[in-house]
Each structure stands twice: as structure tokens, then as C-alpha cells.
């Protein structure tokens, strides 16, 4: 499934996007005064092949959790069972990617893809009012990779292709834009490690502070990436390889629902450092996956701002916020639809009888 | 009615901001974790006096529409007759703030404050199932302010009171926050004299080139205010002998709307540099004014970004807008709900059962 997804990948449509260009300029506004919003439009119709492109709605959330055997090196003061005890908060809709959710009209879809302890809901109870629960658990969390490979290839790979069928699902149901999301305590670790390893940057460039950890757990945690990539010296073109070395099964699972909305040519809103790690996989599986990529947010993260560099990305939204669970994308979500909304309800100048310059 | 309002702007509250401080720190996500939102919520808080504050919701964009005399010196390549024609096309729903109030759920309000030339729409046949508009003209737009003063006191006083009265009438319809719009061809001249006339800056350093002039009319349009200054030497602690001298009568009840939401205790959302100039004078009428304001997005006008340091407020969207009409306010509109919204829905740690580190 894998293959064939990464195969389905495509380039985006230059007539389309020439038609939205063209569009833009004939729009009663002065040329470029939407900014950012004109290109984003632009990259929209090449994706969808259409000019202009549907508006991107509904939207559906998708929150892959997942725990890490690398939580046993102190790198963040959270305990291991905040993971599934925040999965029972998004099931009973109270985090904050609920709150945002609500406003913005999405759907959550939260993905057991490797959580180590016992979750505090049934799987079959959810979904039908609120927030849904997929049971797709891979294994009860990563090994320590600082002693070991975190997965095995083969894990590696199903928690990439639980992403692919969950793309598959949301979009089947209707969705016109998939956002990342992410929960697991401990994963700005392996999200480091895998902006280093795909990057080239050093470990102290892309290591942050996560939810926030004092200075002897900072340096500790630049220590244990260091240490990890050090013994597996992962090679940037195997994905697979980097992903089961140094990932986590949310990151995994995060660069095949990117991989999975690429091939079916619909936009992945991105959030935070966790996502654009992901991503950075997905770009290596298939380069045109860039092309459905929209970086929501600059985490405050740095491994993620040097993450969208290196994939040619301009976040939308830039508030310091390094929450995770899909809150920055859903913060940026009004700005994607905006973009394309203005190519259909803006009159030209000619229709609304207005002058230029 | 102006005294009145200015003497009505208090301080935020600070209980009320101490109580959603506290508030932020139990509910489940780590500290800080929203970045700017949190702040912002803080700050509401103190300006509703109470936590958690009002949902800013219903919102309402008010455009305030005038003409330049300094059109006359060929500071900007458009027609004047574009902003009656662009009157009709925000009243027929065309326009890009249309597009974007109708995704926010924002009503929209046109108040013709001092265009010059005949509107193609009569005020009575508007506002019944789309935009409103109000016919409010000081006069057939200001005075060519290289010449003589833009406007007299009494001009210049009447659409400051405008402005708060539009504001009123906004709340008293049950507005919960309003969004500065705009709308006048040549109205980023006056806004960067009155940028430079309340912070002191250098016209060379707050001049842009608003929707897109050439290297020519720019260097012509940085002449123009320079001369305007010079001629007026306007006071910067006598708002209204400011907005007299350099300001446009849509900048001058910008401002009256500013003080009018602050006396109110309503947040009022800023758009860009037309705004902030606004802005400007509105706290040199009243400081406290300030606390009600919230920067929506950093323009690309130079200006703008001057006049959001010498406010001390940070913007919340930045996409390199430039076009206007109330655009980027309504982009950061989501933002300010989002950071509301957070006070309301998410649970605490006890709530969910959620540990802390």
C-alpha cells in the first residue's frame, strides 16, 4: 500500500494553476494584496487540478497518539500515562483541539497508533456525537531508541500505512482537507531526531524545550538525539529506515496520512514540530507530497522552523504556540479557506464595474 | 460626545485579569503552551471585566469610506472614483472583506464618511439582507493637505463623533467586537503623515507603497508628506488638530470607532496601517483606549509596523496583506475567538483526570 501510494504522488496542474494566476489578476482588488493567500490559491487549483479549486471543507482532524521508549531517559517531566489520559480528554471533547474544532467546524479522529498504557475508552463507544477513536495500536510504544532501533522496519511501516488508510477513510467520508494532529509525551524527542537526520542539522539546532523542561533536561535531551542518531547514523533517502531507527509510531502514521492526501490530491494542513517531521518523511518517500503540504504554524520548536525551510514552507500562523494535538493548523484553517473562498465569491472588474489603475 | 467618550476609557480590570491568569494555569495543556493567545485572553478578561469574558461574537466590520484632496499631487496611480465604485461592490457583496465576513460571520457596515464623488447605491435600499450603508459625509473628501489643512477642527471633530457613534449603534445591536475597515484611494498618504506626526518618525521610514505604486510616484508620495509636515507642524499631544491637518476624514472616525468599542468596553480588532494610524490618535485622545485594541495583522506598509511598536501591540496574522477594507482584521478574527474560546471549553486537570508534571 505503501508503494503504490507513494506511485499515485503526482506534480501539481500548470493550466490550473496558470487559470488561477489569471483569475487573481482580474479580481477588484490592486495585484498581490492578499499576500500569501495568492500563491496558497494558486498551489490549490494545481493540486486539485481545477480553477477555481473546491473549498477546502469539511475538514477532519486526524490526532495519531503514541508513546516512546525514550521517555525512559528523563527527557521531558510529564508522566508516560498523560498519553492516553489525554486521549480520554479528547474523546470527551475538553482539550483544546476540541475547542478549536468545534469553532472551526472539524471533525477529530483520534488514532491509537502505539499508546503503551490502557486507553480510558472503548473504542466502539465513540464517534457517533463527537470525537471518533480508531484502535490501530502497532505496538505499546517505541523502543528506547538510544539502545536500540525505536521500530522494526515492518512496524515502521504499518504505523505508515494505518496514516495511508486513515487518509483514505477521511477523505471517502467527504473530507476536503485533512490537518495533522498529534499526542504522545516525549515526541518532540523523536521529532528532533528526525529533522536532524533529514536535514543534516546538528542536534542542538533542531532540539527544543517541548511542553516546556528545565535546563538539565534540555541538555540531556540534546544528548539522548545526539546519542541516537550517533549509534544508527540513519541514511536521509531510506524514510523507512530513519522513521524505525529514530521515530515515533505518531510520526510514522503522520507521514502516511500526508502521503495518503497527497495521492488523492487533497491539502494536509500541517501543525507543529511533530508534523513537519513527518512530513520531511513523506517528502523523501515522494518529493510532489511538498506539493499538498500547507505548514499551518511556526511552532515554537526550533527543529521546526529549520523542518519548513528545508521543504520550501512558509507557515501561515506564527504565535508561539507549541501545544501539538492539531491546534495551530486548526488556527490557520480560516486563512486556507479564505484563500480559496476569494476565487470564487470575488467579482472582477469588469463584473462589478469597478476601474484599474 | 468626544470628551464624554474619552473620559468614559478606563484601565483593564485587574482582577478580572489575575482570576484568567490563574484560570490559564489549570486548564489541560502546559503552561504557555498558546503562545499569544494567552495573553490575549488575559487581556479580554480585564477589558470585559470578567472571567471568563464574552465570546467575541456577533462581529461587526465597519468600512469608513473617504476621498483625499492630495489625490490631487498623484500619489496613487487609481482613479478617485474607484472608492464609490468599490462602496458598490462591498454593498453587492463582491469585494475580498465580503468574501471574508461572510466565512467569519461578520456583518458589514459601510459608512460613507467623505468620499467625493456620487455613490451608485441609495443608503435606504441597503442593509436588509446584506451590507448596510450609513450616509454620514462630512464632506466630498478632505483638502489637498500640502496646501492647506486636510480639515477644519469641526470637520475633523464631526467624523470622530461619527465614528463613535457608528460604534454604539454597533454594540447596541449586540456587536461583541468590531473590525476596523476601510476604504478611500489615497488614503495610505495621510496615513503615513499621521504615522510620522504621532511617533515622530522619519516620513522616508513610514511611507509605503500602498496598493502598488512605481519607484516614481513613491519618492513623489514620500515628498508629499514631508511638505505636509512641514507646512502644519502638527502637534502630536492635539489628536484633533493632527487629524485636521494630515488625516482623512475615514482615519478620524476609525478613531472615534476605536474610542467608542473602548468606552464600551468592547475589543476593537485593527486592520492595517489606515487603522493603526488611526490607532494612534485614538490613544493620544484617551491611553487606556489602547487595552481595547488588538492588532490583527502586520501590513506590508512600513508605517504600520511603526505605529504597532509605538502602541506596544504585537499583530496577530502577518501574510503580507495590503489591500484593506477590513481583510486582515477579519483573518485574525478566528484567533480572537480561539483565544476566548480556551477560557470557556477546556477542561482543567482535575476536571479530566489529567496529571500534571
Redesign the interface.
Same mark, same amino acid.
Given at each position: 500500500m505503501l508503494e503504490s501510494t507513494v506511485a499515485a504522488i503526482r506534480p501539481l496542474d500548470e493550466a490550473a494553476m496558470a487559470a488561477a494566476r489569471e483569475l487573481q489578476g482580474r479580481? +477588484?482588488?490592486?495585484? #498581490?494584496?492578499? $499576500?500569501?493567500?495568492e500563491p496558497l490559491s494558486v498551489r490549490l487549483a494545481g493540486l486539485a487540478g481545477s480553477c477555481p479549486p473546491p473549498l477546502p471543507e469539511p475538514a477532519a482532524v486526524a490526532i495519531f497518539a503514541g508513546d516512546h521508549g525514550v521517555h525512559a531517559q528523563g527527557v521531558?517531566?510529564?508522566?508516560q500515562?498523560?498519553t492516553a /489520559?489525554?486521549i480520554?480528554?479528547f474523546l470527551?471533547g $475538553?482539550? =483544546?483541539v476540541?475547542?478549536?474544532a468545534? /469553532?472551526?467546524g472539524a471533525s477529530v479522529t483520534v488514532v491509537d497508533v502505539g499508546v503503551a498504557t490502557p486507553l480510558?475508552v472503548d473504542p466502539a463507544a465513540t464517534g457517533a456525537a463527537g470525537p471518533r477513536l480508531v484502535a490501530a495500536n502497532v505496538r505499546a510504544g517505541t523502543r528506547d531508541m538510544t539502545g536500540t532501533a525505536a521500530l522494526t522496519r515492518d512496524e515502521a511501516r504499518a504505523a505508515v500505512e494505518t496514516g495511508i488508510r486513515v487518509a483514505g477513510e477521511l477523505v471517502a467520508a467527504g473530507a476536503g482537507i485533512l490537518l495533522t494532529g498529534d499526542m504522545g509525551i516525549g515526541n518532540t524527542t523523536p521529532a528532533a531526531a528526525l529533522v536532524a537526520a533529514f536535514t543534516g542539522a546538528d542536534p542542538a539546532e533542531v532540539t527544543g524545550r517541548g511542553? #516546556?523542561v528545565d535546563d538539565e533536561t534540555y541538555a540531556r535531551k540534546v544528548g539522548v538525539v545526539r546519542a541516537a542518531l550517533a549509534r544508527h547514523a540513519p541514511d536521509p533517502t531510506d524514510p523507512l529506515g530513519v522513521l524505525a531507527a529514530v521515530g515515533g509510531l505518531e510520526h510514522a502514521a503522520l507521514a502516511g496520512l500526508i502521503l495518503g492526501a497527497a495521492a488523492r490530491r487533497v491539502p494536509v494542513l500541517l501543525d507543529g514540530v511533530i508534523a513537519v517531521s513527518a512530513a520531511l518523511a513523506a517528502a523523501a518517500f515522494a518529493p510532489d507530497a511538498v506539493g499538498a503540504m500547507i505548514a499551518g504554524h511556526r511552532s515554537?520548536e526550533p527543529g521546526a522552523t529549520v523542518a519548513l525551510r528545508h521543504l520550501a514552507l512558509e507557515p !501561515?500562523?506564527?504565535? #508561539?504556540?507549541? !501545544?501539538g494535538e492539531g +491546534?495551530g493548523a486548526? !488556527?490557520a !484553517?480560516? =486563512?486556507v +479557506? $479564505?484563500a480559496v473562498? =476569494?476565487l470564487?465569491?470575488?467579482?472582477t472588474f469588469d463584473?462589478?464595474? =469597478?476601474?484599474e489603475?
Open positions: 479580481l +477588484t482588488k490592486p495585484a #498581490g494584496s492578499l $499576500g500569501a493567500l521531558t517531566p510529564w508522566p500515562e498523560v /489520559q489525554m480520554g480528554n470527551a $475538553g482539550a =483544546v476540541n475547542a478549536f468545534r /469553532q472551526a480510558p511542553t #516546556g515554537a !501561515l500562523v506564527d504565535l #508561539g504556540l507549541r !501545544l +491546534t486548526l !488556527l !484553517l480560516p =486563512v +479557506t $479564505g473562498r =476569494v470564487h465569491e470575488v467579482a463584473s462589478a464595474g =469597478v476601474a489603475k
